[in-house]
């Protein structure tokens, strides 16, 4: 894991491509380059864990470049449950649940680029920065409701498959 600045970052980049990302939509340029400079950013090789099922956990992360991958495990079995694309956040619901790492975050390619926002830094931007943080939550939200539509839809297709004893047929 090799640590990359945020103020290079964002010159290199420039604040459009930050205002793309789903995650930072709609912030202001001066809340995405306290997101950038003060949290951590890191890049990551292929394979390379940021945190473990079971941690404790203390911020999220959103994806600048590259891909994560989360995966469950139990004594049986290991299941790759999402891939995180560029944009999008991992952690966070663990976070605001108060609870530990579900699910242990691996990067799926070599080059993958994450910042970590800690819970003190949402705190913060909370009392700081009201209004962005609002945007920020709504941002947050909204992928949270976009995972529990695509779960849904798997959990349908797994109970029509273990009520008909065949796969679901092709959309």
Not at 39 to 66: K, M, P
Not at 99 to 123: C, E, M, P, Y
Not at 133 to 159: C, D, P, W
Request: hydrophobic content about 45%; some cysteine; charged content about 20%.
């Amino acid at each position: 894991m090799k640590s990359v600045d945020g103020e290079s970052l964002l010159q290199a980049w420039g604040p459009e491509f930050f205002r793309e990302l789903s995650t930072f939509g709609a912030l202001s340029d001066r809340v995405v380059r306290r997101l950038l400079c003060e949290g951590s950013i890191f890049e990551l090789d292929a394979g390379e864990v940021v945190y473990r099922a079971g941690e404790r956990t203390d911020s999220f992360y959103v994806v600048l470049r590259g891909a994560m991958n989360l995966y469950v495990s139990t004594d049986h079995l290991h299941v790759l449950t999402r891939q995180h694309l560029r944009g999008e956040e991992f952690g966070f619901v663990p976070m605001i649940a108060l609870h530990d790492r579900t699910a242990t975050a691996v990067s799926a390619q070599a080059g993958t680029l994450v910042v970590k926002v800690t819970a003190g830094q949402f705190h913060e931007l909370h009392l700081s920065e009201p209004d962005d943080f609002g945007l920020l939550l709504l941002n947050l939200a909204r992928e949270m409701a976009r995972a529990v539509g695509v779960l849904s839809q798997s959990i349908l297709k797994l109970s029509e498959q273990a009520t008909t004893g065949r796969p679901p047929a092709a959309p």
